[in-house]
């Protein structure tokens, strides 16, 4: 059994890269549906029925559980596939299985709070609450922020917590097809400085969420000002696995070592982009 890891395209890399420094030997498989790619723009049963296609075919293939490295179909499709598609499922292919989504570890790197804790019920955090406000700035796609997911579960658990949220409608789409960088670089300054004259002030600190946007985090870097904190999906996404996988231990992992790219596009090498931030050339097998 392996690990699987989707995304509508190469964003899930930034994610993935991270999972397999963090559980090394464990096997691997990464679906990317760049053939529908980018979700963002679409609507909200495309995105689930798109999601849940995905998750099978890496089921089909060997995974066992699958973590959606995309914020739009963590937002949009995870709950709807867990409740009413995942226990189908494992009965279909004989074995437990999962699907695991990349907001809620994100959330609590946010928050510095577990997803347990609820503000009006837990005395537990709350001498450890700041007086002031802080600012979070969000860069999302449409779909993620039409779902204000961010907005609506770190409000449950920090009042003295503002999310602030910027749509980049195209980016996520600009960045997987491989645009020139100085392209990138004035779309993710435009972003940055509407976002600034929204608050009227800098945010206090970022999600990227959009796990594309993780692949130029460099830019957004140079248009925001120095030093200030960028949450780290990848990171927060690979400890919460770690955790998930030490509750269950029914869950069987691969440990070849094996590392499988698949796309629902065309197959073979991927952008230059891609293939410098991934570490070395990077081919897709068709799914």
Same mark, same amino acid.
């Given at each position: 059994?392996?690990?699987?890891?989707?995304?509508?395209? #190469?964003?899930g890399?930034?994610i993935?890269?991270?999972l *397999?420094?963090?559980? !090394?030997?464990?096997?691997?498989?990464y679906?990317a549906?760049?053939?529908?790619?980018?979700?963002?723009?679409?609507?909200?049963?495309?995105?689930?029925?798109?999601t &849940? $296609?995905?998750?099978? &075919?890496?089921?089909a293939e060997? $995974?066992?559980?699958? #973590?959606?490295? @995309?914020?739009t179909?963590?937002?949009?499709a995870?709950?709807?596939?867990?409740?009413?598609w995942?226990?189908?499922?494992?009965? *279909?292919?004989?074995?437990?299985?999962?699907?695991l989504?990349?907001i809620? !570890?994100?959330?609590?790197?946010?928050?510095?709070?577990?997803?347990t804790? $609820?503000?009006? *019920?837990d005395?537990?955090?709350?001498? =450890?609450?700041k007086?002031?406000?802080?600012?979070?700035?969000?860069? @999302?796609?449409?779909?993620?922020a039409?779902?204000?997911?961010?907005e609506? =579960?770190?409000d449950?658990?920090?009042?003295?917590?503002? #999310?602030?949220?910027?749509?980049? !409608?195209?980016?996520?789409?600009?960045i997987?097809?491989?645009?020139?960088?100085? =392209?990138l670089?004035?779309?993710?300054r435009?972003?940055?400085?509407?976002?600034?004259?929204?608050?009227?002030r800098?945010?206090?600190?970022?999600?990227?969420? @959009?796990?594309?946007?993780?692949?130029?985090?460099?830019?957004?870097?140079e248009?925001l !000002?120095?030093?200030?904190p960028?949450?780290?999906?990848?990171?927060?996404?690979a400890?919460?696995?770690?955790?998930?996988?030490?509750?269950?231990p029914?869950?069987?992992l691969g440990?070849?070592?094996?590392?499988?790219?698949?796309?629902?596009?065309?197959p073979?090498g991927?952008?230059? &982009? #891609?293939?410098?931030?991934?570490?070395?050339?990077?081919?897709?097998?068709?799914?």
């Open positions: 059994m392996a690990i699987g890891v989707f995304d509508s395209g #190469v964003g890399l930034t993935h890269r991270t *397999t420094r963090r559980f !090394p030997g464990r096997d691997f498989l679906l549906d760049q053939k529908h790619a980018p979700y963002g723009g679409r609507a909200g049963e495309e995105i689930v029925d798109l &849940r $296609a995905g998750c099978e &075919r890496l089921f060997g $995974a066992s559980v699958v #973590v959606l490295a @995309c914020n179909a963590s937002a949009i995870l709950r709807r596939l867990q409740q009413t995942v226990p189908e499922a494992a009965r *279909t292919f004989g074995r437990s299985v999962n699907v989504g990349i809620v !570890p994100t959330i609590e790197a946010a928050t510095g709070l577990p997803w804790y $609820a503000r009006e *019920t005395d537990r955090f709350r001498d =450890e609450r007086s002031a406000v802080e600012v979070l700035g969000l860069f @999302c796609t449409q779909a993620t039409n779902s204000r997911v961010y609506i =579960e770190i449950k658990r920090r009042e003295d917590l503002a #999310v602030f949220t910027e749509p980049c !409608p195209g980016l996520a789409g600009q997987e097809t491989g645009v020139d960088e100085d =392209e670089r004035t779309t993710v435009d972003h940055v400085e509407a976002l600034r004259r929204r608050i009227g800098w945010p206090d600190k970022v999600i990227l969420g @959009c796990t594309h946007y993780g692949i130029v985090a460099h830019l957004f870097a248009a !000002p120095e030093g200030t960028v949450i780290g999906q990848p990171d927060a996404v400890d919460a696995l770690e955790r998930y996988f030490t509750r269950h029914e869950y069987a440990d070849q070592g094996r590392l499988r790219f698949l796309t629902t596009g065309s073979g991927q952008s230059e &982009r #891609v293939e410098r931030f991934w570490g070395e050339p990077l081919t897709f097998e068709k799914a």
